[in-house]
């Protein structure tokens, strides 16, 4: 459902390219009218490309053309990046030659003619704003927050230069405070050991946050002796000598290796005790890195309220921690806080702080809508694709589809679920899910190999009514995008025996933990997703009906989507994810449909069709 007007409103496009997860989002009057990533519509995971489908639906929702752009805003600088990668070569010539000769070429050729490439592939002739990396990352934290005010905190990898920064938000400006500089950056070193560990770097963190808990923090103390001088106030230096990201072609080097007793693991190999152990202390010293700067700025700012944003606020256990451990009363994350949502953050950063119009909060509701601001498809796209594809269907009622879904999930079924717009960002959060049982204690390993195709030990998230959600949880705030990790409360855990203590690593995952053990992560831990009935309506009937059959208002939420590939976007997305899995049932607008009573893809004439297969 497209916007009905186009005639009226400040309209800026907000574009983030060319490193990971490229994404565009439309701004009209400061309001965020859409957003996606690229690679939703490519089927390509943190497509790095222009994405020229992602502004071609925005602009489309927003109702909208090219020309009808007032300006758009590039969400980093791009000539200074490249001063900075030019330097940073020329201080470790002729070390880096092999980087450097990959690198400049795709510059030269592209990365410094934004302006060109917009004008071409957009057709915009428009002003073009360019934003510093840090200040899209604020503006994304603050602009949409619920706060007339508060401080802001933004860490990731690195942007130009700036790898963590941290400045007050107030009304319609934000103001940079202080900074970090590359290459001393907290996201770069959770992404070595990410490396380390055979994850694939800007993909693999949340592996590595997963794998945490079957460790031990073995390492913590070489962490912060040998690669990390960490002081009180957060800031810190990195030991370049075990480093080869400022002008290699891999994360670590051989000082590395040796620290940690070895080669980094293979991709795909078996995962030893080290690995579990590295993962640990890693996550440990972030956590720490991450309470320590927010007490410092706390100090500094005198602020009650905390935004964040960049890459490593993805990390939920250490917002977790921030939010119970440290000093703000109030906590807001962007929840496409990587690369993404700086095309969000750009955008606002243009509208508010650059053409100085004023910004209305009113302290409780953020104007993020909740995330879900992609694709919608109605009942009559479902039904043309089904028809076309020949899929065996039924026709739910409104009424019916939440008291049908929830009898399937309480009958241990596992629902593909599709219905209204996407979301933007890395969480499915009712749009785009695969729903379970969290009261089977089979459920977490049959959802990773069956069905996600995934490494067994990673945890599933849970759903819960808002209302509900300190009854299972040591969680007492909404939790609306799933970035926040607390403890499964002490009445509702399972008593563990003295021979199940014994057990180290991966063999802790089959152990019975709690009421919900499909969604209690090995340390008791659960990432959870709060549901308000005022906010997905249709997704918080089916847990309540869920809750009224069984007396449990959780239930398993993760991505609608495999290994490897991005969140599904369309209907052929969600039916071909449907079709390649062990999903019971995909639920998809009104429409229900059954594995049982489907022909094999193999077997079906349009197989090819569907998958664009040679």
């Not at 693999?204 to 962490?223: C, F, H, S, T």
């Not at 449990?552 to 969140?567: D, Q």
Request: glycine share 6%; hydrophobic share 40%; with cysteine.
């Amino acid at each position: 459902m497209a916007l009905s007007q186009s005639g009226i409103g400040m309209k800026i496009l907000g574009i983030s390219a060319f490193y990971h997860d490229s994404a565009a989002a439309l701004v009209i009057d400061g309001e965020i009218i859409a957003a996606a990533q690229e690679e939703r519509f490519t089927r390509i995971k943190h497509d790095s490309n222009f994405p020229a489908n992602a502004i071609k639906f925005c602009l489309e929702y927003g109702n909208i053309t090219a020309e009808d752009v007032d300006l758009v805003a590039f969400y980093e600088k791009p000539f200074i990046k490249f001063e900075r990668i030019l330097e940073t070569y020329f201080s470790y010539a002729p070390t880096g030659i092999k980087s450097f000769m990959k690198a400049v070429p795709v510059w030269l050729k592209q990365k410094l003619w934004i302006k060109d490439i917009i004008k071409e592939k957009v057709g915009c002739r428009k002003n073009i704003i360019f934003p510093e990396h840090h200040e899209s990352h604020a503006a994304s934290a603050f602009f949409p927050s619920p706060f007339k005010e508060a401080a802001f905190l933004t860490i990731d990898g690195v942007g130009e230069w700036t790898t963590t920064s941290y400045g007050i938000g107030k009304n319609n400006t934000i103001e940079v405070i202080a900074e970090l500089k590359y290459p001393h950056s907290l996201g770069l070193l959770y992404s070595a050991f990410t490396h380390f560990a055979g994850f694939k770097v800007n993909s693999g963190e949340y592996k590595l946050m997963g794998l945490a808990p079957y460790g031990q923090p073995r390492y913590v103390d070489k962490i912060l002796s040998e690669l990390m001088d960490l002081k009180e106030d957060g800031s810190f230096k990195l030991d370049m000598r075990y480093f080869n990201y400022c002008a290699g072609l891999t994360m670590t080097n051989k000082n590395f290796d040796q620290l940690f007793g070895g080669q980094p693991r293979s991709p795909e190999s078996e995962l030893t005790q080290r690995d579990m152990d590295i993962a640990r202390s890693i996550q440990d010293v972030t956590e720490e890195a991450m309470l320590r700067m927010s007490r410092h700025v706390y100090k500094e700012t005198g602020q009650k309220n905390l935004c964040m944003a960049g890459g490593v606020a993805l990390n939920c256990v250490g917002n977790g921690r921030v939010h119970r451990e440290g000093p703000f009363q109030n906590i807001w994350i962007q929840p496409a806080a990587g690369d993404s949502g700086a095309a969000i953050g750009a955008a606002l950063f243009t509208y508010y702080q650059y053409l100085g119009n004023p910004r209305r909060a009113d302290g409780e509701n953020d104007s993020q809508k909740s995330s879900y601001l992609g694709p919608e498809f109605k009942n009559s796209q479902i039904k043309d694709f089904l028809d076309k594809r020949n899929v065996i269907y039924k026709v739910l009622d409104d009424e019916d589809i939440p008291v049908v879904a929830a009898n399937l999930i309480a009958d241990e079924k596992v629902i593909g679920w599709f219905q209204g717009r996407m979301e933007f960002g890395p969480r499915a959060l009712g749009g785009r899910s695969i729903i379970g049982d969290a009261r089977s204690p089979i459920m977490q390993e049959t959802m990773n190999l069956k069905i996600k195709f995934r490494e067994s030990y990673r945890p599933f998230a849970p759903s819960v009514l808002r209302e509900k959600v300190s009854d299972f949880f040591e969680l007492d705030v909404d939790s609306p995008y799933m970035l926040l990790v607390a403890p499964v409360k002490e009445d509702i855990r399972r008593k563990i025996t003295a021979e199940e203590k014994e057990l180290f690593g991966i063999d802790k995952l089959n152990v019975v933990r709690s009421l919900i053990p499909a969604v209690t992560h090995v340390d008791y831990s659960a990432r959870i997703h709060t549901v308000d009935k005022n906010v997905n309506p249709l997704y918080y009937k089916l847990i309540k009906a869920f809750y009224e059959k069984t007396g449990c208002p959780v239930i398993i939420n993760t991505s609608f989507n495999v290994r490897g590939e991005p969140i599904v976007c369309t209907p052929e997305d969600a039916y071909r994810c449907f079709m390649r899995t062990n999903i019971d049932y995909l639920i998809i607008g009104n429409y229900i449909i059954d594995k049982k009573e489907q022909k094999s893809l193999m077997d079906d004439t349009l197989w090819w069709e569907i998958f664009e297969l040679d």
